[in-house]
């Protein structure tokens, strides 16, 4: 059974900085794209970058992009991302989700789902 | 950047009734790469549609996609006290970016 399983909620100070991970299992890892994914609260979604964990190949949205760092480490199966001096503005839900195939498919399976929340 | 826009913004149904929602894309989207996902309140979004019209594995036929180019729709046949969420599409044939969503809502 394919899961993508994140790490728990999370509370942080302004300024401070987290890394959430996305493990996978039950199918083979690495060959796989998994993407981040953020949901600001009664938002929609905004998708944040992809990387490839056979090479680490990584793309991310212009929205995104010198905001956080997306890495992956392949022998604890794992995803990560890296968020840095923390505003309330990044309180939100982040997600992680398998891309099916190629890079030019759909995302077939989610992680539960990690909430961030950053007050003072 | 291809910038989708659903529509409209809430539905309100009953059940039994037939849902018809919407997904423009700012740009020609090819080979049809557009998906659409269900989200229902504290859960994360699930696959209902990929390559725009076809059922993903273990989804009831009531949903189904249709569309190409710029326009596409997702409809649901008649609507089960399940189906009331919120519903995205999402391209993936540049980059990736979702639409801003319908709620299905019980009318």
Redesign the interface.
């Known amino acids: 059974e394919v899961q993508l399983v994140q790490s728990g909620a999370e509370v942080k100070k302004p300024g401070e900085s987290l890394q959430i991970s996305c493990k996978g299992s039950g199918y083979y890892f690495r060959s796989y794209w998994i993407a981040w994914v953020r949901q600001l609260p009664g938002k929609g979604l905004e998708w944040m970058g992809i990387i490839y964990p056979d090479d680490s190949d990584t793309r991310y949205s212009p929205s995104f992009q010198g905001q956080v760092t997306i890495s992956a480490d392949r022998a604890f199966s794992s995803v990560y991302l890296y968020l840095e001096n923390l505003r309330a503005s990044d309180t939100a839900t982040y997600y992680c989700a398998r891309q099916s195939g190629s890079y030019w498919t759909h995302f077939d399976f989610w992680g539960q789902g990690t909430p961030v929340t950053v007050s003072s | ?1 291809i910038v989708l826009t659903q529509s409209p913004g809430t539905l309100s149904l009953s059940p039994g009734e037939r849902a018809t929602l919407s997904c423009r894309a700012s740009h020609t989207i090819s ?1 049809n ?1 557009l ?1 659409w ?1 269900q ?1 229902r309140p504290g859960q ?4 209902l549609i ?2 725009a019209s076809i059922t ?1 594995t273990g989804i009831s036929g009531r949903f189904s996609g249709s569309g190409s180019g710029t326009e596409f729709t997702l409809t649901i046949s008649s609507l089960e006290p399940e189906d009331f969420a919120v519903y ?1 599409c ?1 391209q ?2 540049d ?7 319908t709620r299905v809502e019980i009318k």
């Open positions: 950047e080979t790469h998906a996902y989200q994360p979004p699930r696959l990929y390559d993903a995205f999402q993936y044939d980059l990736r970016t979702f639409g801003q969503g």
